[in-house]
T-cell receptor, first 113, second 109 residues
Framework: EAQVTQNPRYLITVTGKKLTVTCSQN?????MSWYRQDPGLGLRQIYYSMNVEVTDKGDVPEGYKVSRKEKRNFPLILESPSPNQTSLYFC????????????FGPGTRLTVL | GQNIDQPTEMTATEGAIVQINCTYQTSGFNGLFWYQQHAGEAPTFLSY????GLEEKGRFSSFLSRSKGYSYLLLKELQMKDSASYLCAAPGDFNKFYFGSGTKLNVKP
């Protein structure tokens, strides 16, 4: 089944404790992206990747890192999480780029205390 | 960057027709998307318009006017399961992607 998976689905952590949210797609998509969703603000792009070893900042990259060592995986890293990073995070992928339909993972609800 | 505006919330009755509007300002235009998001779930694709006009897909249609920076999503024969948020979105410069804040549609019996 074609899908985007994210892990974990739920995470409660404390300020400053490094964490990684994994994202994997099995559709051989080139474009992958991370979004955060907050009430009243909608989905905002954190980072995106056009292909392996090519990553770029979205609108809200501060406090986040990503890597794209393999085509299928696009982990999101929070080196030192802070409470303002408490949010719902979605990973998405599309065939070639942002003009193609994006397929979303199920989301990761992160709480930073 | 991108500026995408849509109403925060709308209410409509089962069986009726509802139109959700979206206005956008872009530095370059690469099409306009609509996604549906049920509460607690991931967004799913509804439509993509690149050219002006109306595209119909079953009970859902999407309209685009590039000259006016305007789009709408038309939902016909509303069903209770259509209660969801509808997200207007567009590609931006340098392969970025932007969403509006979403319109929460409440369908009442």
């Amino acid at each position: 089944e074609a899908q985007v998976t994210q892990n974990p689905r739920y995470l409660i952590t404390v300020t400053g404790k490094k964490l990684t949210v994994t994202c994997s797609q099995n559709m051989n998509h080139e474009y992958m992206s991370w979004y955060r969703q907050d009430p009243g603000l909608g989905l905002r792009q954190i980072y995106y990747s056009m292909n392996v070893e090519v990553t770029d900042k979205g609108d809200v990259p501060e406090g986040y890192k990503v890597s794209r060592k393999e085509k299928r995986n696009f982990p999101l890293i929070l080196e030192s999480p802070s409470p303002n990073q408490t949010s719902l995070y979605f990973c998405a992928s599309s065939h070639r780029g942002p003009t193609d339909t994006q397929y979303f993972g199920p989301g990761t609800r992160l709480t930073v205390l | 960057g991108q500026n995408i505006d849509q109403p925060t919330e709308m209410t409509a009755t089962e069986g009726a027709i509802v139109q959700i509007n979206c206005t956008y300002q872009t530095s370059g235009f690469n099409g306009l998307f609509w996604y549906q998001q049920h509460a607690g779930e991931a967004p799913t694709f509804l439509s993509y318009n690149v050219l002006d006009g109306l595209e119909e897909k079953g009970r859902f249609s999407s309209f685009l006017s590039r000259s006016k920076g305007y789009s709408y999503l038309l939902l016909k024969e509303l069903q209770m399961k259509d209660s969801a948020s509808y997200l207007c979105a567009a590609p931006g410069d340098f392969n970025k992607f932007y969403f509006g804040s979403g319109t929460k549609l409440n369908v009442k019996p």
